[in-house]
Every structure is written in C-alpha cells, then in structure tokens.
C-alpha cells in the first residue's frame, strides 16, 4: 500500500511568510507525528496526535507553530511569520499502535530565506 | 529526560566486512523500545531494527543485529557482510512507553560509508 505521503517536498519561503505542510499518513494509522530534522542532526519531536487530538505538543518550539488533524487523517503543520531559523526538514511519521514502528515520509525541506 | 548518544560522526568499511555502530542512552525508565533507523540521500527514514527493553535475546534481521546492554545503557549495532547499498546515516532511538506519548528521541546519526 502507499506510503506516509508529505507535500512540497520543497518549499521556499521569505523570512515572515506563513507556510504550510501536509502530511497523508498510511491509512488506518491512528497515531501520527512531526519532528524537525536541522542540517547534520538528528530528527527532533514537535507533536504527536493521537487520533484527533495533540496528545503531546511539548516540542513546538513556540507559538508560531500550530499543527492539525481535523478528521484523523490529515495533518498540516502550520508555521506563522518563517524565521531563517525555521529552515529544515520536517519529518512526518505514522504508527498504527503504540510502540510499533514509526514510519516515515520523505519530509518537507523548507527553507526561509 | 532521555538522551541518546551517538559517538562516531563518521564511519567506513570496505564491502562485505563487519562493522559495528554505537550509541548509549541514557533514562531512568525500565519500560522503552530503542531503535536503530536508516537514512539514505533521499531522506527516507527506513526501520533497521528493534529492540524491547524487556527482552534480554538481541534483535536481529539478516545482516543487522544489536548487542543490547541494558544495565550499561548500550545499544550498539552490527552490520555483516557490508553492501554498497548500506552506506547511508544511521540514527539511534529511543521510545518512552510510559506517560503516553510515544515520541521518539535521535541520537545525532552516524555516516556510514561503504566502499567497494
């Protein structure tokens, strides 16, 4: 079957810019995840839902981050006036139960210049 | 909170040898998954291989297999038989499975280099 889908797979943006980022997780994957990967290290948690709901937003780095998953599905990671530093791979991944395999997307690369 | 440490930036070895990548960790929970992922240039983050903090038998899958030390917080991971195709960033991680979010925390990634 299709795999954790994310669209763009790059996005440029002008610093101040709003952005955002789809992730498809693999259907029937209840649990869905961003993380942030910066250049040269590891992916880096942002939220976690659980269905509907954040179960755990406690790696949104601040208020310019918002994610949503309104149907259970389909997630968009929201990003309010860009900062250079906001540039990055972001990293979608989808589980069907707690504490199997994660599996990824092929992430979103942004960058704002 | 958890740490995973990967100590080795950069690594090779020539095709089909062994070699092994390291990582430790570091956690005051008895209940966790670790992980070792895969991380071509196409950014594509691919499962290796998984280990539950509760099993003392080492995972293997094939060629890949882990040396779990629990009580030393180790978790290194063997490559046999080495193959192009391996050259890629391995990462370690580490999965809390008490308090409800199964996030998962990186190690920093080791490059692994393959040469024919």
């Known amino acids: 079957g299709a795999g954790v889908s994310q669209t763009p797979s790059n996005k440029v943006t002008e610093k101040g810019k709003y952005v955002e980022l789809r992730c498809d997780p693999i259907s029937g994957h209840t649990a869905l995840y961003w993380y942030r990967q910066s250049l040269g290290q590891g992916p880096e948690f942002l939220i976690y839902?659980?269905?509907?709901?954040?179960?755990?937003d406690s790696g949104l780095p601040n208020d310019r981050f918002f994610a949503v998953r309104p149907e259970g599905s389909v997630s968009t990671l929201k990003i309010q006036r860009t900062e250079r530093g906001d540039s990055a791979v972001y990293l979608c991944?989808?589980?069907?139960?707690?504490?199997?395999?994660?599996?990824f997307g092929p992430g979103t690369r942004l960058t704002v210049t | 909170a958890q740490t995973v440490t990967q100590s080795q930036p950069e690594m090779s070895v020539q095709e089909a040898e062994t070699v092994t990548l390291s990582c430790t960790y570091d956690?005051?929970?008895?209940?966790?998954?670790l992980f070792w992922y895969k991380q071509p240039p196409s950014r594509q983050m691919i499962l290796v291989i998984r280990?539950?903090?509760?099993?003392?038998q080492n995972a293997t899958e094939n060629r890949f297999s882990v040396n779990f030390q629990k009580a030393a917080k180790s978790f290194s991971l063997k490559i046999s038989d080495s193959q192009l195709g391996d050259t890629a960033m391995y990462f370690c991680?580490?999965?809390?499975?008490?308090?409800?979010?199964?996030?998962?925390?990186f190690g920093k990634g080791t490059k692994l280099t393959v040469n024919p």
């Open positions: 839902f659980q269905g509907t709901g954040a179960a755990d």
């Open positions: 280990q539950e903090a509760y099993k003392q």
């Open positions: 991944a989808s589980s069907p139960k707690v504490g199997s395999e994660q599996y």
């Open positions: 991680a580490f999965m809390n499975l008490h308090g409800g979010s199964e996030k998962l925390v």
């Open positions: 956690t005051s929970e008895s209940n966790y998954y």
